[in-house]
């Protein structure tokens, strides 16, 4: 496969197929260059001839729709939605591989995009979607993407959303075709995939072909397996859906006696990030952090830090933490927070120097 030369490999062969920036460069820009958006793909990668492929709609609708990309920009309004896109596989402290260099890079899955498309809500009101209104939180939209699970010939990738997410006002659910104004490349999603803003990337299905209304989740083996635990006892804990509240170091320097200190952080459905601040002491004492970027409910925080080092350059080292704090009161948690599985990890951000 071929992806930008932004990007370092970090899983190849057997997929997912993963490649992604260092951590340090992307925090550098507010809005993520599309060369240093992270790549994940679960199936092999094709460029689709968007004159032939088509979305379709069914399930509990009133008609069945197809569009092509075509059709769906004739006849929907385009909107622009900025949102960070966080892989639940994120690794974190303590885990294989978590916040250690793997081939020179620092691996997070993250990136900050203006997503361009139309708002799923239209393409299902125009397909007049069934009233759901007598069973809240019982009904699913399903995306279902053209390529098969891996090792499964036989089935598609896909998951699902509750379909009030989907139809909510404010929800800013997107079938999105562009990224930073320019159209998707084939391993970003051509010609369009699905954005779910304040949920995991598990969400946002590449490629999607079909959207189907149903009243159950998706059974799905990406659904399953991605974000639940396939052990049959803790495949009762529910799927997640939305981000953790997350804070992660991607930078960390000494200058005259300052350690300086740089990273992101992401919220989920409950809010935007209110504050960030670090700790160089074990969480005994707080640092509040500058908030230099935000932009809209669904776009990462970009924060910085100082803190004078006491001593002489011989002590110049120790463990720097940082927790993040949403709008809604919500604080990141010492612990990874992860489920059984081990995905959707967010635990303090943490670095040495």
């Known amino acids: 496969m071929s992806v930008s030369d932004k990007l370092t490999t970090v899983?190849?062969?057997?997929?997912?197929?993963?490649?992604?920036?260092?951590?340090?460069?992307?925090?550098?820009?507010?809005?993520?260059?599309?060369d240093l958006v992270f790549v994940k793909d679960h199936g092999p990668i094709e460029h689709l001839d968007a004159a032939t492929f088509k979305l379709k709609i069914d399930g509990l609708v009133e008609q069945e729709v197809e569009y092509t990309l075509a059709e769906i920009q004739q006849n929907f309004p385009k909107?622009?939605?900025?949102?960070?896109?966080d892989c639940a596989g994120n690794p974190h402290t303590g885990e294989q591989g978590g916040d250690k260099p793997i081939h020179g890079v620092l691996r997070k899955?993250?990136?900050?995009?203006?997503w361009g498309g139309v708002r799923l809500r239209d393409l299902l009101l125009a397909a007049r979607v069934r009233s759901v209104s007598h069973r809240p939180g019982k009904t699913y939209a399903h995306f279902v993407s053209h390529i098969t699970e891996p090792g499964k010939p036989d089935e598609l990738f896909g998951t699902s959303v509750p379909l009030e997410?989907?139809?909510s006002e404010d929800g800013d659910v997107l079938l999105a075709y562009e990224m930073n104004?320019?159209?998707?490349?084939?391993?970003h999603g051509f010609p369009f995939r699905t954005v779910v803003p304040g949920y995991i990337g598990t969400r946002w299905v590449k490629w999607v072909n079909r959207i189907t209304i149903a009243h159950h989740e998706s059974d799905n083996?990406?659904?399953?397996?991605?974000?639940?635990?396939?052990?049959?006892?803790l495949s009762k804990f529910p799927p997640i859906l939305a981000n953790p509240i997350n804070s992660v170091i991607g930078s960390v320097k000494i200058h005259n006696g300052q350690l300086i200190i740089k990273g992101y952080a992401v919220g989920g459905e409950a809010g935007q990030i209110k504050e960030v601040s670090v700790s160089v002491d074990g969480g005994r004492d707080w640092v509040p952090a500058k908030i230099i970027y935000q932009d809209g409910r669904w776009s990462w925080t970009l924060w910085e830090a100082?803190?004078?080092?006491?001593?002489?350059?011989?002590?110049?080292?120790?463990?720097?933490?940082?927790?993040?704090?949403?709008?809604?009161?919500?604080?990141?948690?010492?612990?990874?927070?992860?489920?059984?599985?081990?995905?959707?990890?967010?635990?303090y951000g943490e670095a040495q120097f």
């Open 165 to 167: 997410k989907v139809l």
């Open 221 to 233: 083996l990406s659904e399953v397996q991605a974000t639940e635990p396939a052990d049959q006892f």
């Open 109 to 114: 899955e993250i990136a900050n995009v203006i």
């Open 306 to 347: 100082t803190i004078s080092l006491l001593g002489g350059p011989a002590e110049y080292h120790g463990t720097v933490y940082s927790r993040a704090q949403d709008t809604s009161g919500n604080t990141q948690s010492k612990d990874t927070g992860s489920n059984p599985k081990g995905v959707a990890a967010a635990g």
């Open 181 to 187: 104004g320019k159209r998707f490349r084939d391993e």
């Open 11 to 34: 899983h190849d062969g057997h997929p997912p197929f993963i490649a992604v920036p260092p951590v340090w460069e992307v925090i550098k820009y507010p809005i993520t260059p599309v």
């Open 79 to 85: 909107v622009e939605v900025v949102a960070a896109l």
